[in-house]
């Protein structure tokens, strides 16, 4: 499975989850939040982004949340994304979780690379990852990313938990595709280079 991650940033590289910046908490900065708001056009690039899915990958942050959310709704019947959720096997990376509630989910701890580059050798679609910043940085780091696709809102935030660290490694990378929508929200995904040999 290539392994592909999906962002929503602004364009000076904030995180945010829509509606809620979970890295600054839901009861801090209320003038900031609510600013990863999905258009219709961009609602429907994200249903395909699913659609695309062969498993998911999470932080345990961003884990909890999607479990809360999703993982508790009723099924709506028309939704791909909450169809893939709960159709397609779940992995969290955690050294605390030790009761997933959520069906389909499995915790990955102790060797995170190995279980992750085994989980990349299995044929199939996408193993994706869904926000998580740290676990992204991490990925990034051990070089196990394939594809990044960003959500980028237009919007300046100012402050809040930006998806780069002020340091990590570099990276070439090549567009291979690129969209936008009518109120600006620009959907753009990479593949990353690696030198051949």
Do not use: C
């Not at 196990?144 to 070439?172: I, K, N, Q, S, W």
């Amino acid at each position: 499975m290539k392994l592909t991650t999906i962002t929503q940033v602004s364009v000076d590289g904030v995180m945010q989850a829509p509606g809620v910046n979970l890295a600054e908490g839901d009861s801090s900065m209320v003038e900031r939040r609510g600013w990863a708001h999905f258009d219709d056009e961009a609602g429907l690039v994200m249903n395909e982004v699913f659609q695309n899915a062969g498993a998911f990958l999470f932080g345990r942050r961003t884990y909890d949340h999607f479990a809360s959310t999703w993982g508790a709704w009723d099924d709506p019947g028309d939704s791909p994304i909450w169809t893939a959720l709960h159709t397609l096997p779940k992995y969290v990376v955690s050294t605390s979780l030790t009761d997933p509630r959520w069906a389909g989910t499995t915790v990955i701890s102790g060797d995170v690379a190995r279980a992750i580059i085994d989980l990349k050798a299995k044929p199939g679609r996408e193993l994706q990852v869904h926000g998580s910043g740290a676990l992204f940085r991490w990925l990034r780091d051990h070089d196990l990313v394939d594809e990044m696709t960003l959500f980028t809102f237009p919007v300046v935030v100012g402050r809040g938990a930006r998806l780069f660290a002020a340091t990590g490694p570099d990276a070439a990378l090549e567009l291979v595709r690129s969209r936008s929508t009518s109120s600006g929200v620009t959907i753009q995904s990479y593949e990353i280079v690696r030198p051949a040999g």
